[in-house]
């Protein structure tokens, strides 16, 4: 079992900057992939970014790329999203999950482990 609690949702205003950080715990070893996913009020989960948590593999939703970055620090089983240049569509419900699988894709199906979420909200 894998335990992920993230944190650092909150208010920010359009262009502002926001920095989410997710906790792991339990058996981080069996981790392939970690990432991070968003669900805005009546839609679908979506990707957001993604890194290999044993190597350095990045990838971005179009969405986000060149605003937001992902990075992970091994020693201390922890994820996190930089996020700049916010605008109001990036409101959601921010969620950090762990992959275990061989091959982990930007698909929310193949991540077995989620944390309870942590809300961003981009408004004037």
């Known amino acids: 079992q894998v335990q992920l609690v993230e944190s650092g949702g909150e208010l920010v205003q359009p262009g502002g900057s926001l920095r989410l950080s997710c906790a792991a715990s339990?058996?981080?070893?069996?981790?392939?992939?970690m990432g991070w996913f968003r669900q805005a009020p009546g839609k679908e989960r979506e990707f957001v970014a993604r890194?290999?948590?044993?190597?350095?593999?990045?990838s971005y939703a179009d969405s986000v790329k060149g605003r937001f970055t992902i990075s992970k620090d091994n020693a201390k089983n922890t994820l996190s999203l930089q996020m700049n240049t916010l605008k109001p569509e990036d409101t959601a419900v921010y969620y950090c999950?762990?992959?275990?699988?061989?091959?982990?894709?930007?698909?929310?199906?193949?991540?077995?482990?989620w944390g309870q979420g942590t809300q961003v909200t981009v408004s004037s």
């Open positions: 339990g058996r981080t070893s069996s981790v392939a992939d």
């Open positions: 890194i290999m948590w044993r190597g350095s593999g990045t």
């Open positions: 999950a762990a992959c275990r699988a061989v091959i982990c894709t930007a698909t929310a199906r193949d991540y077995a482990y």
